[in-house]
């Protein structure tokens, strides 16, 4: 049985799809991202940051979207969510979870935390700008990697684009963030990826109102 860590809106969202995907047994712990609002102790116990996804199970816990995927899917390699060691699609497959996490997520947290990356409120605004077009350049790299692929690793589906698709949902015109369809590769995949029962299930509320 694993315990996720779970807010709305968050990473953790991703996570849980995984753990649909991978038709494992869990429990939802609820928690908030919301600056100012306080974290249960157990979750801060394992990351003292404050963030989600935080996941528990037996004999352990961890955090950080990209490492939980690779453990989860490779713990759970029968399914075939992801490349084995050895198999040649497992270099892109990590390459694309790491950069999705230090370079997409970071241009996301420069727009979405400001104050994380300027060391007084009138350069917020300059982070958030920056952030804008961080979105933009990074993005574009992906959807250049992705071509006329179908999906992320070429023909195989696997979590990178489930991970792909939770981050399209963090883009918010509200924010003046570029829209998916600047993407079209991006927003393919990420079509395709929310038919998927799995994230019709996690992702209802999102569906229903992308600026929720
Ligand atoms: N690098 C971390 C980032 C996690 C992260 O930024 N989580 C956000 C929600 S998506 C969060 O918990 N924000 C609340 C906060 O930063 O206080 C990961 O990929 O897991």
């Avoid at 979207?65 to 713990?75: E, K, N, Q, Y």
Wanted: aromatic share 12%; charged share 25%.
């Amino acid at each position: 049985m694993y315990r996720l860590f779970y807010a709305e809106k968050s990473a953790s969202m991703g996570i849980r799809v995984i753990l649909e995907e991978l038709d494992l047994p869990y429990e939802l712990l609820q928690t908030s991202v919301e600056p100012g609002e306080p974290r249960p102790e157990a979750q801060l116990a394992v990351n003292p940051n404050g963030w989600v996804p935080v996941l528990q199970w037996e004999n352990g816990a961890m955090y950080e979207a990209a490492a939980i995927i690779v453990f989860l899917c490779d713990r759970h390699g029968e399914k075939g969510l992801a490349p084995a060691i050895n198999d040649p699609a497992r270099a892109l497959y990590l390459q694309t979870l790491v950069y999705f996490s230090n370079s997409i997520q970071n241009a996301f947290q420069l727009t979405y935390y400001p104050d994380r990356f300027a060391d007084a409120v009138e350069y917020e605004p300059s982070a958030e700008r920056r952030g804008n077009r961080r979105l933009a350049e990074t993005w574009r790299v992906i959807d250049e990697q992705i071509s006329d692929n179908r999906w992320l690793l070429g023909d195989r589906f696997s979590a990178a684009d489930i991970y792909l698709f939770m981050l399209t949902t963090w883009l918010r015109s509200s924010k003046g963030h570029p829209p998916v369809s600047d993407f079209p590769n991006v927003k393919r995949i990420a079509d395709a990826v929310m038919q998927r029962p799995s994230v019709q299930l996690v992702y209802e509320p999102w569906i229903s109102n992308p600026e929720y």
